[in-house]
């Protein structure tokens, strides 16, 4: 049950992630780029968006609005 729920919260947060990434303007490429390595890395990518990445992330994707 414990790992159940551990799981849910992280696919909620993923697609939250994967969300907001989708939201930047900046050039699909990297925006799906970047989207990949968020899933594939699982908790780890989803503690690096949020604790480091996510207020550098527009910039890092060359949003033309930052």
């Known amino acids: 049950m ?7 919260v992280g696919l909620v947060l993923t697609i939250r992630v994967v969300l907001e990434i989708w939201r930047i ?3 699909i490429e990297k925006r ?6 968020v ?3 699982s908790w780890i990518g989803l503690l690096f968006y949020y604790f480091y ?3 550098r992330m527009a910039q890092w994707l ?3 609005t930052c």
């Open 39 to 41: 899933v594939l890395t």
């Open 62 to 64: 060359g949003s033309q």
């Open 2 to 8: 414990v790992g159940f729920v551990i799981w849910l």
């Open 53 to 55: 990445g996510k207020p």
């Open 25 to 27: 303007h900046a050039p």
């Open 32 to 37: 799906l780029i970047a989207i990949v390595l």
